[in-house]
């Protein structure tokens, strides 16, 4: 963390609440004082998710409001004596207006502006409610004001009414009914308290509650958009990436087929004309070049042929012929192949802490993979080392192998490096020894394959430290595990 950020911080626990409120409201883009989008473009994006996603149940919330005004229609049956037939009609009358808005939500240059609908409806039937506490007698009438508090609340918390359009409405309909109180004088002044502090506390909890909704819903609404962009363009690169490494592979796999048919004509002109100045007791100069090309000829095919089993490997097309094969016929095997190497840099090989366990395995493959970790221990070994091999059942009834060489070891950065392909623990500009780095990728990748794992310790100047952890057969019990390795 900066210096920068730990100042904001700072800055931002010192800031009141309301402070913070604005500065939330700034990062997102919304007016304090209207609740919208104070970019033009970005309020129509967001009203437009409104018409599709909210105007189907705003219509549903319509009919549901209306039912409820007409309901209180038998409250007047019960209660009202007077002029009963009048408020019957003002209530018919006030319930098919605000119907009446309903188709309107249906035109298309209407639609984006729903919410005024809903205001209209609030207003109206808030009027209508407000007319009749002033026609009934003061004593013996139903508490309307319920009707009010209803509608209110009801439309604060559930409708989608822009904030300005909703307070204005609200705050009239409280003057509307201030002024009622005040100028009719069947009212006494228990009536007129009592009324002025009801009204006011209604109007200030629908008008706070409209506003909270409306930025919340901002607020909610542009972190999913967020996301989804998020997901489109992780997607749109993942897509990318695939492809790129689609093209990587083909590119691969088929530079690979198209090198080892020259070079094989290569080796085999190499060795025909070999033969020939051997049987021309030629010049022995000659026949050294000669064997000088054949050989780097084959390190070049064989550097191919991996490459090749790398695409294969990463594409999938790797088949795997599992059978119980003891670890000592595995190493065995290994060792002998790479026999060469060994006697090369007089590297004496140390299996006296092998246990000797059967695994399921695909010997093939698994010789292959073993051998690139070979070949990779061999060139990081000094003259005359050792390197040694040790291999335990573990608890669990898997099996684990681990190689350890003499060689100058890796560091953390460097291990983590050197499991990538086509790279390497030294700097590719500095290295001491040639590779294309793809010896430990394929070697994961094939014991991946096959339900084993590998992992790599070391400390630089102390070696390095290759464990391959097999895992358990499904049918193996417990009376078959043994004792842990220890891979010090």
């Known amino acids: 963390m900066t210096g920068s950020d730990i100042s904001a911080q700072r800055e931002q626990r010192r800031q009141g609440p309301i402070e913070r409120f604005r500065g939330v409201l700034e990062r997102d883009g919304i007016s304090a004082s209207t609740t919208r989008f104070k970019d033009a473009e970005t309020e129509a994006r967001y009203m437009d998710s409104l018409v599709k996603g909210t105007l189907p149940t705003e219509r549903v919330l319509w009919i549901s409001v209306i039912g409820a005004y007409f309901s209180f229609g038998i409250l007047d049956i019960l209660t009202i004596r007077e002029n009963l037939e009048h408020f019957l009609w003002v209530r018919l009358f006030t319930g098919l ?43 013996g009438s139903p508490p309307y004001i319920i009707g009010v508090l ?87 690169l993942l897509i990318e990436a695939t492809a790129a490494d689609q093209s990587k592979i083909n590119f691969l796999s088929m530079m690979s087929h198209e090198l080892r048919t020259p070079l094989h004509q290569i080796i085999g002109y190499t060795e025909v004309v070999t033969n020939a100045c051997k049987a021309a007791n030629d010049d022995d100069e000659n026949v050294r070049h000669l064997n000088e090309i054949h050989g780097s000829a084959h390190v070049l095919l064989a550097r191919i042929q991996k490459m090749l089993r790398f695409a294969d490997a990463t594409a999938g097309k790797m088949k795997y012929e599992l059978a119980d094969t003891p670890v000592s016929e595995l190493v065995d095997v290994s060792i002998e192949q790479m026999r060469g190497g060994l006697e090369k840099k007089s590297i004496s090989v140390d299996t006296s802490e092998l246990e000797d366990a059967s695994i399921d395995i695909d010997i093939v493959h698994t010789c292959y993979a073993l051998n690139n970790i070979l070949e990779n221990a061999i060139a990081a070994s000094p003259q005359n080392a050792t390197l040694w091999v040790k291999g335990a059942r573990l608890a669990d009834g898997g099996y684990e192998l681990v190689l350890r060489d003499e060689g100058k070891g890796m560091s953390a950065q460097q291990i983590d490096k050197v499991l990538k392909p086509f790279t390497q623990g030294e700097h590719a500009l500095a290295r001491s020894r040639e590779g294309m780095g793809l010896g430990l990728t394929l070697a ?25 952890t097999f895992a358990a057969p499904v049918e193996l019990t417990e009376d078959a595990v043994g004792p842990s390795l220890q891979t010090g």
Request: charged fraction near 20%; aromatic fraction near 12%.
């Open 444 to 468: 994961t990748r094939i014991f991946r394959d096959q339900r084993a794992s590998i992992r790599l310790e070391s400390k630089e100047g102390n070696g390095l430290s290759v464990i391959i």
């Open 150 to 236: 209803v509608v209110f609340i009801a439309t604060s918390c559930l409708m989608r009414i822009p904030f300005r359009v909703a307070a204005s409405v609200y705050i009239f309909s409280s003057l509307v009914y201030f002024a009622v109180l005040s100028f009719d004088t069947e009212f006494t002044s228990i009536d007129r308290i009592s009324g002025y502090f009801f009204m006011f506390s209604i109007v200030n909890v629908a008008v706070l509650t409209i506003y909270t909704q409306e930025i919340r819903a901002r607020m909610i609404w542009l972190r999913d958009e967020q996301r989804q962009r998020d997901a489109a363009i992780i997607e749109k």
């Open 97 to 139: 207006a605000i119907v009446g808005l309903i188709p309107l939500s249906f035109v298309g240059r209407i639609k984006p502006h729903f919410g005024w609908l809903s205001a209209a409806a609030i207003f109206i039937s808030a009027q209508a409610i407000i007319y009749m506490i002033l026609m009934m007698p003061a004593e």
